[in-house]
């Protein structure tokens, strides 16, 4: 309070300091329990549960060194055999297309010593060398790939270094793919009789 | 804890935390409805129920504000409806008058303190004369400690608003303030 005598010609401070001080009642002793007996819980919608927990930090949890490390030597051990799978079922393409009773597993050989790299590409596999990469034979230094393929007519030619296509010198027939490129022809039946006398050699 | 966290949290479903804005601003809310009204009954019941409706409503309320200012629009919007049903708004001149013995029996100066008393309750029935916008924008000023702006959102003008009233309810204070020397003999009755 404002040590100010009255007076008739208050000043702007001293009316101000005095409705500063001017004494507040307090409400009813009971008056927090009257309000809180009647506030009910608001029900939330699934989408504000949903948005709240979207945007709701998280707590981090405590990992002992000892548990990180064990999880992820097992992480890479899974990581491992994932891509160990993953490689068998795309880069041998037998290995997956076999699983149907009709296919017939065919080896396809390439004398092509000067070539760095090799791929077979026909009208099993549209055209696309992916997934259809030769080996190197390091005992005869021929190019192989194994492939499952369904009884019929397949044309197929190889794909030398990712440039050059030519037919397979071994093949038994070849035709003019209307491009100016010659196809060779492989025919399997049921019995797999293609005049070869090697069942699995092209 | 932070206003807004805290309304957020009771959104969330934690009800009981609106006891914590309950107890923060009772009292004033409270007494804007004891001087709209001028009874402590229907102030306890307009307050109650400005709480309420202030928890019902309580989604529509933007977390950038201030919580103060809305709830006392709610609260004097209540006490307007209230007062147009009764249709007269009783003076709570004698009511200050009770409170200042309870109020000035700390202090030691008597003579102080009957200067201040007489001052006060001056004050108190000048505060009265006045209509009640200036009045609560004058309280919510040099009372409550409110800033121009949620000023304005309690009132429901503008900041420039809010400051034209605080300027000329000073003044018409002060021209009751000092006539009521002349007429000292008067307690003035309500609005």
Sequence with gaps: MKNKISNEDPSIDYLTGMIASLPDEEPPGDFMQAVMQQIIPKPISFRQRFWRFLIAPFTVIAIRPLHAAVTIVLLVGLLFVFKTFWISDNDYPYAASSKNANTKLVNFILDYPSAKKAAVIGSFNHWQPEHYHMHRNLSDGTWQIAVALQPGRHAYAFIIDNTKIIADPRALWEQDDGFGTRNSILTIDNEYDNGSSDENRI | ?191
């Design chain 2, 1 to 191: 804890m932070k206003e807004s966290l805290l309304i957020k949290s009771i959104l969330d479903g934690n009800a009981q935390e609106y006891a914590i804005l309950v107890n923060r601003y009772k009292r004033p809310i409270f007494n804007l409805l004891l001087r709209m009204t001028g009874s402590r009954e229907d102030a306890a019941d307009l307050a109650q129920e400005t709480f309420l409706k202030a928890y019902d409503n309580l989604e529509s309320f933007k977390l950038s504000n201030n919580f103060f200012p809305w709830l006392y629009a709610i609260a004097a919007n209540l006490a307007r409806d209230n007062w147009r049903k009764q249709k007269h708004a009783a003076s709570h001149a004698e009511q200050i008058s009770q409170q200042m013995d309870s109020f000035l029996e700390e202090k030691t100066a008597v003579e102080e303190q009957m200067i201040v008393m007489m001052d006060t309750q001056r004050l108190a029935n000048c505060l009265n004369e006045l209509p009640h916008d200036y009045r609560e924008a004058l309280i919510l000023r040099y009372h409550e400690g409110l800033p121009m702006g949620d000023i304005g959102k309690a009132l429901g003008v503008s900041t420039s608003g809010a400051k034209m009233r605080i300027s000329r309810g000073i003044e018409k204070l002060r021209a009751l303030f000092q006539s009521s020397f002349s007429t000292s003999s008067q307690v003035p009755k309500g609005k």
